[in-house]
């Protein structure tokens, strides 16, 4: 399974942002995407995930009500939807997807996408 982040940007402190997240192979195999963000001087964090089908959503308090994750699975790929973006939202966006292997549970991560939150 690969997957491949798009729709970073430069944007303005309140405004929106929809990152794409497309995933390809054996994507009957995946069973949760997630998106995760880094900080430049700062640990990786969980921003949201979705679990196979949209049936379970989880978000970081920091983005409760502000960002919606989902999921297309007829095209594969997965959405972040910013709202109201903070600047504190800035940082490097990547998109994962835990897939099943065999008999283990692995994960891809895509490259990330660049997401600045100016004032």
């Known amino acids: 399974v690969r997957v491949v982040e798009s729709g970073g940007g430069l944007v303005q402190a309140g405004d929106s942002l929809r990152l794409s997240c497309a995933a390809s192979g054996s994507t009957g195999t995946i069973t949760r995407m997630g998106w995760y963000r880094q900080a430049p001087g700062k640990q990786r964090e969980l921003v949201a995930t979705i679990t196979n089908g949209g049936g379970s959503t989880n978000y970081a308090d920091s983005v409760k009500g502000r960002f919606t994750i989902s999921r297309d699975n007829a095209k594969n790929t997965m959405y972040l939807q910013m709202d109201s973006l903070k600047l504190e939202d800035s940082g490097v966006y990547y998109c994962?997807?835990?897939?099943?292997?065999?008999?283990?549970?692995?994960?891809?991560w895509g490259q990330g996408t660049q997401v600045t939150v100016s004032s």
């Open positions: 994962n997807a835990d897939y099943i292997f065999i008999s283990t549970i692995r994960t891809s």
